[in-house]
């Protein structure tokens, strides 16, 4: 599986739509920090699920294994996913995850798992980035409980083990 591959879709993504962390003071310097983490490609992983074409098509063969293993109830919470970020909000679906969960730790499906139980805790970090913004933020709580439906479904299909062996 291509799973650690797929971040790099996101960074292009973000790049492509000027969304590239700055530094506090604004200044004109991007500063990057490109690290691996399994949470965030779980992120992305879910938009290519949703159906982000973007990402689906790239990965086709890893979409088409990972649906055939996930339960109904998270497939049902990722066309929920869709519809609220994509359709509604016109955002793709992983992007989207991806910029609200960064705000906090990342490294695994525990720590989104953490997050979503307290998504307060990254709220000062979410706050004070140049991408606060109060209507994107109630909307991110209010798929948290679909998020949760998918990301432990995840963990149950082996999304982990998967990721290591990437």
Same mark, same amino acid.
């Given at each position: 599986m291509t799973y650690r591959k797929i971040i790099y879709v996101v960074l292009i993504s973000l790049v492509v739509s000027g969304c590239a962390g700055v530094s506090s003071d604004q200044s004109s310097r991007t500063n990057w920090q490109i690290t691996h983490s399994m949470g965030l490609d779980a992120l992305v992983f879910m938009g290519a699920l949703s159906g982000d074409l973007l990402a689906e098509k790239r990965y086709?063969?890893?979409?088409d294994e990972m649906r055939?293993?996930?339960?109904?109830?998270? /497939?049902?919470? /990722?066309?929920? /996913?869709?519809?609220?970020?994509?359709?509604?909000?016109?955002? /793709?679906?992983?992007?989207g995850l991806v910029l609200l969960f960064s705000a906090g730790p990342t490294d695994t499906l525990d720590d989104l798992l953490t997050t979503i139980d307290n998504p307060e805790s990254i709220l000062p970090t979410y706050k004070a980035s140049p991408y606060w913004d109060e209507r994107q933020w109630q909307g991110f709580v209010r798929m948290l409980p679909v998020v949760r439906v998918v990301v432990e479904d995840l963990k149950r299909v082996g999304f982990e083990e998967k990721w290591r062996q990437d």
């Amino acid at each position: 599986m291509t799973y650690r591959k797929i971040i790099y879709v996101v960074l292009i993504s973000l790049v492509v739509s000027g969304c590239a962390g700055v530094s506090s003071d604004q200044s004109s310097r991007t500063n990057w920090q490109i690290t691996h983490s399994m949470g965030l490609d779980a992120l992305v992983f879910m938009g290519a699920l949703s159906g982000d074409l973007l990402a689906e098509k790239r990965y086709q063969a890893d979409v088409d294994e990972m649906r055939g293993e996930l339960s109904q109830a998270a /497939l049902d919470a /990722l066309s929920t /996913l869709d519809e609220n970020i994509r359709v509604r909000a016109r955002q /793709l679906v992983g992007p989207g995850l991806v910029l609200l969960f960064s705000a906090g730790p990342t490294d695994t499906l525990d720590d989104l798992l953490t997050t979503i139980d307290n998504p307060e805790s990254i709220l000062p970090t979410y706050k004070a980035s140049p991408y606060w913004d109060e209507r994107q933020w109630q909307g991110f709580v209010r798929m948290l409980p679909v998020v949760r439906v998918v990301v432990e479904d995840l963990k149950r299909v082996g999304f982990e083990e998967k990721w290591r062996q990437d």
